[in-house]
T-cell receptor, first 113, second 114 residues
């Protein structure tokens, strides 16, 4: 069965520093997709970045990049130059079926001024 | 381009009642899925609809049901509410659900059962 593991329940980071949020996954399917979402306290789940298993290059979206290491089955999210507004829960998820995602437990990120 | 819209945002219901939540996907998106988020269980998949047909279903009791209309809007219904149904219900949409489609979420509906 597919599984997502986020080992960091919480992180404190100084403003303007770079942040790496860890995500490892387990699947026997050669075709899969990995997503990262941000969830502020309001509840909205905000899409950040997507990486397909066949993508040759690591995905990037503005300040977000995904450090995809297929052999190690890891898909870490890197946030460059963190901002106070980055404080939120961050979830790693993997597509299991059409539009069905399985989720990690999340990491609560707090940016300190 | 409007995002995924969910209504209502907040609601309080009594045990035994039923509730209907609504979701309007991004224009052009035909796949709509629903998730339940609770502190204890995290995020769990409820079901997914595509072209008015339920294509996939998670491990929830029959009290949880949904439907999709011809304009891709979707509703989910929970009957005979229990205290444990208190949760954030998130709706997501994608073009077709195919691998490679990005999945976008709405702001969620916060349900409290008292």
């Amino acid at each position: 069965a597919q599984k997502i593991t986020q080992t960091q329940p919480g992180m404190f980071v100084q403003e303007k520093e770079a942040v790496t949020l860890d995500c490892t996954y387990d699947t026997s399917d050669p075709s899969y997709g990995l997503f990262w979402y941000k969830q502020p306290s309001s509840g909205e789940m905000i899409f950040l970045i997507y990486q397909g298993s066949y993508d040759q290059q690591n995905a990037t979206e503005g300040r977000y990049s995904l450090n995809f290491q297929k052999a190690r089955k890891s898909a870490n999210l890197v946030i460059s130059a963190s901002q106070l507004g980055d404080s939120a829960m961050y979830f790693c998820a993997m597509r299991e079926g059409p539009s069905q995602l399985i989720w990690g437990a999340g990491t609560k990120l707090i940016i300190k001024p | 381009k409007a995002g995924v819209t969910q209504t209502p945002r907040y609601l309080i219901k009594t045990r035994g009642q039923q509730v209907t939540l609504s979701c309007s996907p991004i224009s052009g998106h035909r796949s709509v899925s629903w998730y339940q988020q609770t502190p204890g269980q995290g995020l769990q998949f409820l079901f997914e609809y595509f072209s008015e047909t339920q294509r996939n279903k998670g491990n929830f009791p029959g009290r949880f049901s949904g439907r999709q209309f011809s304009n891709s809007r979707s509703e989910m219904n929970v009957s005979t509410l229990e205290l444990g149904d208190s949760a954030l219900y998130l709706c997501a949409s994608s073009l077709s659900g195919a691998t490679g489609n990005t999945i976008y979420f709405g702001e969620g509906s916060w349900l409290t059962v008292v």
